[in-house]
């Protein structure tokens, strides 16, 4: 079993129902009007479909949809819960759906909230929808050619071609970006490569500005310094009529005589004798100083030299002198990457090739295992539409492979798939949703999915007025193929003829109720004599006679 309980609060007429489904075909009648459709549009809505404010009942301030899904077996469904942790202990699925007024929907999996692109996807997994106009899946191209891949079983070789396609079109941009960026890289690399001829040339090396600006005040400044050491020592030491080295001997000398007389004064008499040292130190020191200290011309017209050219680097650079051996650094690094980014369009184009290269050769594959099945399930289809009232129609799935010289790379593929179709003998083939009205539209599909039902994997298949525009015994196949549908999924069939109704293995019946209120659906399950009398009034009217009613009790006894 997949859909088990299916719960309307609320939506269009609905006030509430609550639908117990079983294994096999369901049936759901009524009256034009009663609501029999609303249902299958809730059950859309719960699936994903858009939501508007005007689905909520007149007077409500939002409506609700839940169903329950047995999932006990369906390992694809499980697999896609787990991977989300959205899975029950249960082997079930609680899908549901709230619409508010003038607010966003809410949505819900197994009672934890989800998006509605979740919900959408799992929806697909669980119930297929099989209406007219709108709900038709069959008008589209996505489901067509799903249809052919369902079939065709080569799901490994069609996430493959995905995969491969992702990949082209990342490295494809990439490519662009790079092909662009390169026009202008190469003006900027031919000004880099200027600027770094002359920062080589210059070679500055870590803090050589800083040693040229000691190095220049020492040489411009070469005869001050020499002076104003000379004075100092003199004035220490040469000077011969007061000189502060022979002072502080004198003075440290008379003290020393003092001492015998008071030993207080000895803290006095080491520091004299210890600046006295100092002093002489000094003097060694001011020596040394003196002999490095030259005074030479030529070296400081280098030293200016060398400056100035490394002021009017920094200038250029628009940076500090002290910051040029970092800003060489940076140029040579921003060279070589944007060097390195010419050359990558070339390894690109190479990659791109290559994965081209294995994703048509896989393409191509699948290419012609769709031309196979589509020739056989063209067939087997078109016999089908015989039995369901089309003679002489005939429908033709169109498998066309790009030809081109540069043809474009899909996530599915390099075909081109459209189901054509001829309703009638004689007529051209022409393009299903050219063609088909709703009513030849559902036939096909029930058609499509008595073909395809031992390889779906989809549990619940919802077929709204799949028998309009047929009748008598037209009628009576396609109500048997549906039941023959339900022995390997579930089906829901929304019905108006009854030798549909009659072949359902449960019947629900929808009846319009108006009270001095309020108006609202409702939902009866027949059984016995309530199905007996509903199959005859879709026999014969509102007027039931004993003929239509033993007729109904023929058709129910014979499908029993």
């Known amino acids: 079993m997949a ?6 609060r609320n939506f269009a007429i609905i006030k509430q129902l609550e639908i117990e489904l079983a294994d096999g075909l369901t049936v759901v009648t009524g009256e034009t009007g009663a609501g029999k459709s609303i249902v299958l549009d809730a059950l859309d809505l719960l699936l994903g479909a858009r939501a508007e404010s005007d689905m909520i009942r007149h007077g409500e301030e939002q409506c609700e949809i839940t169903a329950l899904f047995s999932i006990d077996g369906l390992d694809d469904i499980q697999d896609w819960l787990i991977r989300r942790d959205l899975a029950d202990d249960q082997n079930t699925c609680l899908i549901r759906r709230i619409v508010r007024n003038n607010k966003p929907t809410k949505c819900y999996i197994n009672d934890q909230p989800t998006t509605l692109a979740s919900l959408k996807e799992l929806g697909i997994m669980l119930v297929d929808l099989h209406g007219q106009h709108e709900h038709q899946s069959l008008m589209r191209v996505a489901d067509q050619r799903r249809i052919i891949d369902q079939f065709a079983g080569h799901a490994d070789e069609l996430k493959n071609i995905a995969k491969l396609a992702s990949t082209i079109h990342r490295l494809e941009r990439e490519l662009d970006s790079l092909s662009r960026g390169n026009n202008d890289n190469a003006d900027r690399m031919e000004l880099m490569s200027f600027q770094l001829n002359e920062l080589n040339e210059a070679d500055v090396l870590d803090g050589e500005f800083e040693e040229l600006e000691q ?119 921003e060279y070589q990457r944007l060097e390195s980014q010419s050359s990558q369009p070339d390894k690109l184009e190479r990659q791109i090739a290559s994965l081209k290269d294995t994703y048509f050769e896989v393409a191509n594959t699948v290419s012609e295992n769709r031309a196979t099945v589509a020739e056989q399930l063209s067939a087997a289809i078109t016999e089908q539409m015989q039995d369901l009232g089309m003679q002489g129609g005939q429908l033709d799935i169109v498998v066309e492979p790009q030809i081109s010289d540069d043809p474009v790379v899909t996530e599915h593929g390099i075909d081109h798939i459209e189901f054509t179709v001829s309703t009638n003998h004689g007529m051209p083939l022409k393009s299903l949703h050219k063609t088909a009205s709703g009513g030849e539209l559902s036939r096909i599909s029930l058609a499509i999915q008595v073909i395809t039902s031992e390889k779906s994997d989809t549990p ?78 879709m026999l014969g009217g509102e007027v039931i006679t004993d003929r239509t009613r033993a007729h109904a009790q023929e058709m129910l006894a014979a499908n029993s």
């Open 215 to 333: 190095e220049h005040s020492r040489l411009s400044n070469a005869q001050d310094l020499i002076d104003g050491v000379e004075t100092t020592v003199d004035a220490l030491f040469h000077n011969e009529s007061s000189n502060v080295s022979a002072e502080l001997g004198r003075s440290i000398n008379q003290l020393a005589e003092l001492l015998e007389f008071d030993a207080n004064l000895q803290p006095a008499s080491d520091l004299l004798n210890s600046a006295l040292a100092q002093i002489e130190e000094a003097q060694s020191a001011l020596n040394s100083a003196r002999s490095s200290i030259e005074q030479d011309p030529e070296r400081l017209r280098e030293v200016e030299q060398r400056r100035d050219t490394l002021i009017n680097l920094a200038r250029k650079h628009r940076c500090n002198e002290h910051e040029l051996p970092a800003k060489h650094q940076a140029l040579q690094a």
């Open 3 to 8: 859909l088990q309980e299916l719960t309307i």
């Open 460 to 537: 619940t298949l919802v077929f709204d007025e799949v028998d309009v525009g047929v009748g008598g015994k037209v009628a009576q196949i396609v109500g048997a193929k549906l039941r023959n549908l339900g022995k390997n999924a579930q089906v829901i069939c929304i019905t108006h003829l009854p030798q549909v109704a009659a072949q359902g293995q449960q019947h629900f019946f929808i009846d319009k109720v108006t009270t001095e209120s309020e108006t609202f659906s409702t939902l009866i399950t027949l059984e016995d004599e309530l199905r007996t009398t509903e199959i005859a009034r």
